[in-house]
Structures are given as C-alpha cells and as structure tokens.
C-alpha cells in the first residue's frame, strides 16, 4: 500500500489543546497531534468519544486555533476561518424561521456573495443535493434526510475546495444514510462541485470504510493519533463485499484494541444492536405489509401510511428484518414467508416463534450465553457494561429497555427492576425449559 501523494492542503503539526473546564480544571483534548491532509483525499478521522476528533475539524476550519503547535494550509498557517472549506454538522445547523434558499445562502452571505451569482450558486447547490422543488419549504416540513441535505447544500453553495464533514449523518436512519454516503463519494468525484478533499469525523466504522481512502484512529485521554489505516478499495465501493468486510473487521479490531483497557481480552466478535423500537410496532408493519398486493412496499409509503416518521419507520424495518420477517431490496419492504407465517399464528405461538429468532440474533444471544455462564441471573450494570463495550455509541440504556421488552415478549429474559436483575426464563439447575424438552 502505498501512502497516498499529491500536494498538502492541511496539516496539523504537533497540536496540543487544553481546556479549562467549569470547576477550574484543565482538560488536555488533544497532545502533540500531527497529521496531513492532501488534495484530492478522503480522510476519516475516527475513535471514541471526546478524543478530539471535532476539536481537530474545527481546528482545520480555522474556527480554533491549536493551543500549542501549528494549523497550516498549503503551507500557510490558518489566520482566521479557512475559506476554503466549509463544513457540515450532525445537528444540521438550519435556522428555522427560513427557507431552504435563505438557509443554502448563509455561507454565500458570509462571504459577501450577492445578486445573480448568489442565485445561480445557490440553484446549483439544491440541484447537486436533489432538493429542486423544495426550495420555499421551511426546515419544519422536512424529513432528517431532507435537512441533512439542505446542510449539505449550504457547504456546497461555497464550492469549498476541502469539505469538513462532523458526523454529518449521525442523526439519520440508516437508509438515508446509506443513500447520502454514496451521494457524498459521487460529489467528491465530481469535477463540477468544487469539491476536491473530504474530512469527515465518523463514529461508524463501516462510514469510514465507505468513505475514506485514510482512516485516522484516535486514542484518548488526552486525545492523540494512535494508528493510520490506508483503504485502497476502489470507488464506488460495494459495502458488504469480500473486501470491504475484511477493511471493516481490520478497523473494528484496532478500534476494540483502542476502546479496551490493555492488555486486551479476548477480541469481541461484532455484535448487531437490536433496532430500539416496540414489539407492536413490528407487528403492526407485518399486518401492513399483508394487506399490501405482494406483501411489500416503499419504506416512505409505510411511514405515510402507519403515520411515523420515516426514520421511525426505517428502525422497525431494521429491527423485522433482524428477525427474519421482511427483507429490504432497495427500500422496498418485502414481507418473507417467515413474516407470514408468524402473522398466521396464535399468541402463544408467535411467541414462540419471537423465541426462536430472538436466540438467532447475536445480541440476545450473546445476553442468553451471558446468563447461562452466571446460573441465570445477572445484575443489569453487568449488562450494561457488557453492552457499553460492544457499543460504545449508542445509549445504552435504551438499548437494555428494547432487550428486556423483547426478551419478555418472547418469554425468553425476565427483569426485576427493583433488584435490577435480568433472568433467563424457564431456567433450572444449569438447563433450559426447552433443552429439558428436547
Ligand atoms: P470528539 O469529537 O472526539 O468526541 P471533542 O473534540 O468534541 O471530541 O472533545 C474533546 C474533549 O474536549 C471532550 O472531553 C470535550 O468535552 C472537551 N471540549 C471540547 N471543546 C471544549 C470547550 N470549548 N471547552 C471545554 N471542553 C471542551
């Protein structure tokens, strides 16, 4: 693999930055961090919270300055915001009481752009971003999707040479999200943006497959660079290949190795959190979809149709499809005969069924396991911990109130909040009610 070349646009020379926190103390966010970003690259910056990574963007933004060491651009430190990037939030950062044109125009106004180049710099940036039409529309009428591009669309309206991305799909469903990471690789590729170079903070690993031809990993505490990956997969890349899915379990073993405490226990194998969504809500999409020709339809018009938000809807379809009973060509939802089957069947049935796929899911399976090696019960900080490690990135506790409304569903976990323990049902003297069955 050979590192990549071409000319330097950003660098990052020994920066230290420290804060000086409410109580009086001083937190030291990144220490002697060097890194460079050349033209025409995509960069991940990735690693666990508060390592810095935004601190290091805002840094390249010429919207901080390091406290130690030395920012530059093409050689020249920063003096002041770097005009040559723009950058794209998580939180979207529209204002609400305007319209997507007057939200797109922001970064044009900053930079004293006016009259018919104003206009033309902001059509062309709507088109790029496919909002045509939507033009007068107010942050409020739109989807996730919809104001992540509008984010987008002001970035782009400035034809920023370097394009700094902060999670800028966090708050997406991962349909949309899928959907805008390949519009993204298109933007870069193409000559008629202006776009030439892409930063991104991601906290996903497969994103920074995706994306990046550079994966930075960061270490914290203080927060510093502690690997580099090359990704020479070729563009368009096809998440779920062979060698995508070989770039993704490298990232993820020195990630885990970045997020455990040394000497590193055995590596984890990735788990699959179970989408934080209600088990009548599955159902409900199931007795949709049958009343649909084909059992199948567009996930928009299920979310119009049941009357939920699209990225509600995304999450019960992820969390049917986890079990077995949709499948997703495209997004397009498609009912299974497993889906079927379980809508035939009594109460008692389907929950057996529930049962069945539950234990086939590496989540409750790895919980189920869990409870087997401690006699069946275990305390809910041991799963929470358990859960923390595996998925350092999302709330966790959520994640544990989804298990335990599913688990007790499908009669397969019991929870007493009070004691705060969770028990594996039908357990008996180091056996299962349905091992003993068999
Ligand atoms: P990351 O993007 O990796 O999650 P950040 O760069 O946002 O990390 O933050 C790094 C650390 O610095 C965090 O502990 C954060 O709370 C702290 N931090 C960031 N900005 C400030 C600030 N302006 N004042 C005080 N602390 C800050």
């Excluded at 910056?45 to 530059?72: D, I, N, Q, W, Y």
């Amino acid at each position: 693999m050979t590192p990549p070349q071409g000319t330097v646009l950003l660098e990052a020379q020994h920066v230290t930055q420290r804060f000086r926190l409410p109580n009086g103390q001083e937190l030291e966010a990144l220490r002697d961090v060097s890194l460079t970003v050349r033209e025409h690259e995509v960069v991940a910056l990735v690693g666990p919270s508060g390592c810095g990574k935004s601190t290091l963007l805002r840094m390249f933004a010429g919207l901080a300055r390091p406290g130690e060491g030395k920012v530059l651009y093409r050689g020249q430190p920063l003096d002041g915001v770097l005009a040559a990037s723009a950058m794209v939030f998580q939180s979207f950062a529209l204002l609400p009481w305007l319209t997507v044109v007057e939200n797109v125009a922001m970064g044009l106004e900053a930079r004293g752009v006016d009259g018919v180049a104003r206009r033309d710099a902001v059509a062309r940036a709507i088109n790029l971003v496919g909002l045509d039409g939507f033009e007068q529309a107010y942050p409020k009428e739109l989807s996730g999707g919809m104001k992540q591009r509008v984010g987008f669309a002001r970035a782009l309206a400035v034809a920023p040479e370097i394009l700094l991305m902060d999670e800028p799909f966090g708050a997406l469903d991962p349909l949309t999200t899928e959907n805008m990471r390949s519009q993204v690789i298109d933007l870069w590729r193409d000559p008629a943006t202006g776009v030439n170079t892409l930063v991104i903070v991601t906290h996903s690993v497969e994103e920074a497959v995706f994306l990046a031809g550079r994966i930075i990993v960061f270490g914290s505490n203080p927060g510093h660079v502690r690997e580099e990956l090359v990704n020479t997969l070729p563009y368009p890349r096809q998440e779920r290949s062979p060698d995508f899915n070989v770039m993704v379990e490298r990232l993820h073993a020195i990630l885990t190795a970045t997020l455990l405490p040394e000497p590193v226990p055995a590596a984890p194998q990735r788990l699959l959190p179970f989408p934080r969504v209600h088990v009548s809500e599955v159902t409900g999409l199931l007795d949709h979809l049958l009343t649909l020709p084909d059992g199948k339809g567009h996930v928009f018009e299920l979310a119009e149709d049941l009357g939920v938000d699209y990225d509600r809807m995304s999450a019960v379809v992820r969390a049917a499809e986890q079990l077995g009973w949709v499948t997703t060509p495209g997004e397009v939802v498609q009912l299974t005969g497993a889906g079927r089957d379980v809508m035939a069947m009594d109460d008692a049935e389907r929950k057996d069924a529930t049962r069945a796929r539950l234990l086939k899911q590496p989540l409750f399976g790895r919980l189920v396991a869990m409870l087997k090696e401690s006699e069946g019960v275990v305390e809910d900080e041991e799963v929470l911990a358990d859960l923390t490690i595996y998925f350092p990135f999302i709330p966790v506790e959520s994640l544990f109130r989804t298990v335990v409304e599913w688990g007790r569903y499908a009669e397969l976990l019991d929870h007493d909040p009070d004691a705060g323990r969770l028990g594996l049902l039908g357990w008996e003297g180091g056996t299962t009610a349905e091992a003993r069955a068999e």
